[in-house]
């Protein structure tokens, strides 16, 4: 059973960087193709970020475009999400993702942005 553990969320204000960072267990990490989601407040949960089980190709979705940023540690079972200037309409909850036969989630951290 894959177990998947986010953390890094946090209040900000908006223009400042965060990383987030999911930790994965129980399973073989590099065999698997990871994701960031976030779920806005009243939003359905939307794909951010992918990154394949190399990290050679990785997928950033238009609204963040140029800000974000998604990388993996096949040694240390983690993946990464940089976060550089934050808007406010990044506040959700971040959710990582792992896909192997099925998808596994996390339980999400919470990034808000101030303006």
């Known amino acids: 059973q894959v177990q998947l553990v986010e953390s890094g969320g946090g209040l900000v204000q908006a223009g400042v960087s965060l990383r987030l960072s999911c930790t994965a267990s129980g399973g073989t990490f590099s065999t698997y193709h990871m994701g960031w989601f976030q779920q806005a407040p009243g939003k359905e949960r939307e794909l951010v970020a992918a990154?394949?089980?190399?990290?050679?190709?990785?997928y950033i979705a238009d609204s963040v475009k140029g800000r974000f940023t998604i990388s993996r540690d096949n040694a240390k079972n983690t993946m990464f999400l940089q976060m550089n200037s934050l808007k406010p309409e990044d506040t959700a909850v971040y959710y990582c993702n792992a896909k192997y036969a099925m998808d596994y989630w996390g339980k999400g951290t919470l990034v808000t942005v101030s303006s």
């Open positions: 990154i394949n089980r190399s990290g050679s190709i990785t």
